[in-house]
């Protein structure tokens, strides 16, 4: 890779990680649900009126959008906001990538290899040790929201190899304008309208600028500068990139939210990191077909967004529910 385009995969794990504590902050401000509900709002507009029309069919638009947006984020916000520490999200999300394994070897055929096996398992003992320390010091429901966070993220990351959108930017900008509506409602059934409206009234400068970096900086510029470097480069050489999204989410967390990481919680990053690049790098095992198989070319990685551990803070932040 060219030294600019180096320094802009570097920049994108940066912003996807640095985001889980952005969104931590904007918990302080916002209900979790509306506040997903404004970050695709903010995503999707002005932008759908600027990409032009999409490129892939409605129906994988409509797809990505209801299993990414309203259940993968829904699930994080809320698992944040139920008491999961920003630094620990970022890295639990990672287990996304084996997920997606699963998923695709049922849905796609794709026939996982034998490393790409023991990296899953090693994959789960990080989650099963980041488990045992989250459950000494915070609640096992919140950190099962995010797990159950990252298997709707492993399932749109099948979704979306399967609509194989050529235009990342346009894709995502209109996967956006899906979620808005659903994510809308359940806020105002879940969360109630007296709660809405009393954090729309009590909008800042800081709680304005949480949903500008959730939208336009993790959801627009990310996707679309990963989408940039995937054009240029093979997707095995971007791909490792991705692995320094828990570490600027844990650095991040730990440096403006004062989540401090225990040594059980940097052997669960250690196994969680190295099972995800196990799983993530290595080259797929073709499906059997009838005749000589056409060569399988590697799938772009997930994203994190938008998209790394810390103890869980007492403080009852007056946006949150009591």
Not at 234 to 249: E, N, Q, R
Request: net charge positive.
């Amino acid at each position: 890779m060219r030294p600019s385009h180096l320094t802009l995969a570097v920049l994108v794990a940066a912003v996807w990680g640095v985001n889980f504590t952005v969104i931590e902050i904007g918990l302080d401000h916002f209900p979790p649900l509306l506040f997903s509900a404004l970050r695709f709002l903010a995503a999707a507009l002005p932008a759908v009126f600027l990409v032009g029309r999409p490129k892939v069919a409605w129906k994988w638009i409509v797809a990505v959008g209801l299993v990414l947006g309203v259940a993968k984020f829904g699930l994080l916000f809320v698992g944040m906001d139920a008491g999961m520490p920003a630094g620990l999200s970022s890295l639990v999300l990672q287990i996304q990538a084996v997920f997606t394994a699963v998923i695709a070897a049922l849905v796609l055929g794709e026939r996982p290899t034998r490393v790409r096996l023991l990296g899953m398992l090693v994959a789960l003992a990080g989650i099963a040790v980041a488990a045992v320390d989250e459950g000494a010091s915070g609640p096992l429901g919140a950190f099962a929201l995010v797990v159950a966070a990252a298997a709707c993220w492993g399932a749109s990351n099948v979704l979306t190899r399967k609509a194989a959108p050529t235009d990342s930017l346009n894709f995502m900008v209109w996967v956006s304008t899906v979620p808005v509506l659903p994510l809308l409602a359940l806020s105002l059934l879940v969360e109630g309208p007296s709660r809405d409206l009393a954090a729309l009234r009590a909008l800042d400068w800081q709680g304005a600028g949480t949903v500008v970096y959730v939208a336009w900086i993790t959801t627009v510029f990310g996707f679309g500068a990963w989408g940039f470097l995937l054009r240029h480069h093979p997707a095995s050489t971007v791909a490792p990139f991705s692995l320094l999204v828990p570490v600027f989410g844990m650095s991040s967390a730990a440096l403006f939210l004062d989540e401090p990481v225990s040594p059980l919680r940097w052997c669960a990053a250690a196994l969680l990191v190295g099972g995800v690049a196990l799983t993530s790098l290595t080259p797929r095992r073709p499906a059997r077909r009838a005749g000589p198989a056409a060569p399988t070319p590697p799938a772009p990685p997930a994203a994190a967004a938008p998209g790394p551990a810390a103890a869980v803070r007492t403080r009852r932040p007056a946006g949150r529910a009591s």
